[in-house]
């Protein structure tokens, strides 16, 4: 899948946050400051769509953008001069192949990304692997919705759980997942697949993960809430400390509460539990 790169200066952080904010209501699926330059990734597929709508909205805030078209790449060559493993506070590390071996007692995930989301260096990946790391999988069921390189559901298998289904629409990330579950010889409680929430329909689970985006995550909660048994776990994560309040409230219309919520670097994590 190619994308597009929508590239806009800012006069500062706040401006970059509430372009963000503002953008967020669009295809983008994630953004990143570099500089003095927020950058908003957009399937090139989906741009036609809403490019008039953004270019209005970018124009109300008297600022413009540059569109930039980034061919789908193999990201292994990028990552192994770019990335050093990840480490999640001394309890999980998440590493290539050729990365050092974590040691004695450290939960270990080794991933190779490729073109696909969750090598752990992310801060919602970092929030969701330390959520997994602390909710209770064992002995459960789970769904990783949106489930990118697999990581979460690596992660939450060998923590425990039973079985997790991960999901994801781009078929690239489906490939990397099923190569990444073999290399960490969870195949066997692990079933990647590829398509998007009408996958879950007549399914049920005891935990749901799901790193996606604020647009997605409210038009598929209720599909979630249906697949959760009573009792269950909601994480989210792949918004900012300005959606949480439309995601709580989106879940306490499911019949799910809040338990908890973290930030890192700007992005949340929101967990939530269906009640019994």
């Known amino acids: 899948m190619d994308y597009i790169s929508l590239q806009i200066p800012v006069a ?10 503002e953008l967020a209501d ?7 400051t570099e500089g003095s330059t927020l950058k908003a990734y957009i399937p090139g597929d989906r ?19 540059r569109y930039i078209a980034i061919e789908t790449q193999n ?24 990365h050092e071996a974590a040691p004695a007692g450290e939960l270990e995930v080794v991933v190779m ?18 959520a997994v790391l602390d909710l209770g999988v064992s002995g459960r069921r789970g769904l990783d919705m949106g489930s990118g390189t697999g990581v979460l559901s690596i992660v939450a298998v060998k923590c425990g759980a039973t079985h997790v289904d991960a ?27 590829l398509g998007d929430v009408r996958c879950i329909a007549g399914r049920h689970y005891d935990f749901i993960l799901a790193n996606i985006n604020r647009n997605i995550l409210l038009a ?11 009792g ?17 409230a989106a879940a306490g219309e499911l019949g799910m509460t809040l338990v908890e919520r973290a930030e890192r670097n700007g992005w949340m994590m929101v967990h939530v539990r269906k009640a019994n």
Request: hydrophobic share 40%; proline share 5%.
């Open 113 to 130: 990304p490729k073109m696909s989301f969750g090598t752990g260096h992310h801060a919602t990946t970092w929030l969701m692997s330390r």
């Open 167 to 193: 999901v994801d629409i781009d078929d690239w990330a489906d490939a990397n997942c099923r190569e990444n579950i073999a290399a960490n010889g969870v195949s066997d409680r692990i079933t990647p697949m």
């Open 220 to 230: 598929d909660m209720p599909s979630y809430a249906a697949a959760l048994n009573a």
């Open 75 to 98: 990201w292994n060559a990028l990552w192994e001069r770019n990335y050093p493993a990840t480490d999640v506070e001394g309890r999980l590390r998440i590493r290539a192949p050729f």
């Open 12 to 21: 500062d952080a706040e401006q970059g946050e509430i372009l963000t904010a």
């Open 26 to 32: 669009y295809p983008f699926e994630s953004f990143e």
């Open 47 to 65: 741009l036609a769509d809403c490019k008039s709508e953004v270019d209005a909205l970018l124009e109300r805030y008297g600022v413009s953008g």
């Open 232 to 248: 269950g776990d909601l994480v989210m994560s792949g918004f900012l400390e300005a959606d949480v309040p439309s995601i709580v």
